[in-house]
């Protein structure tokens, strides 16, 4: 089991940059596949990006490729996303999620078993 915590969110202008991390207890997070997913108010959980949990392959949604990267440090047990040219429409809540062995870079959130409480970003423009 692994308990997933997200730090790094704010307020930032629009053009801006951020970086989120999503660190986790355990000793194991390099055997989780794990994916961000953001939640703007009154609207529904959407994917962001998802990073496999061997080989390092990468999927990004549309809206964010090109602008956000996920990367992983598994000595540090941390997944991050680097947000940049931020915009007012990525406000969100951003969650980290994980699933162990995961082979898919799946961009539904029921794959993902284990979630964080989340962190706030907000872009003003």
Do not use: M
């Given at each position: 089991?692994?308990?997933?915590?997200?730090?790094?969110?704010?307020?930032?202008?629009?053009?801006g940059?951020?970086?989120?991390?999503?660190?986790?207890?355990?000793?194991?997070?390099?055997?989780?596949?794990?994916?961000?997913f953001?939640q703007?108010?009154?609207?529904?959980?959407?994917?962001?990006?998802?990073?496999?949990?061997?080989?390092?392959n990468?999927?990004?949604?549309?809206?964010?490729?090109?602008?956000?990267?996920?990367?992983?440090?598994?000595a540090?047990?941390?997944v991050?996303?680097?947000m940049?040219?931020?915009?007012?429409?990525?406000?969100?809540?951003?969650?980290?999620?994980?699933?162990?062995?995961?082979?898919?870079?799946?961009?539904?959130?029921?794959?993902?078993?284990?979630w964080?409480?989340?962190?706030?970003v907000?872009?003003?423009?």
């Open positions: 089991q692994v308990q997933l915590v997200e730090s790094g969110g704010g307020l930032v202008q629009a053009g940059s951020l970086r989120l991390s999503c660190g986790a207890s355990g000793r194991t997070f390099s055997k989780y596949t794990t994916a961000w953001r703007a108010p009154g609207k529904e959980r959407e994917f962001v990006a998802a990073i496999r949990w061997t080989g390092g990468t999927h990004h949604a549309d809206s964010v490729k090109g602008r956000f990267g996920i990367s992983r440090d598994n540090k047990n941390t991050y996303l680097q940049n040219s931020l915009k007012p429409e990525d406000t969100a809540v951003y969650y980290c999620a994980a699933r162990q062995y995961g082979d898919n870079l799946s961009n539904l959130s029921n794959y993902y078993n284990y964080g409480k989340g962190t706030l907000t872009v003003s423009s």
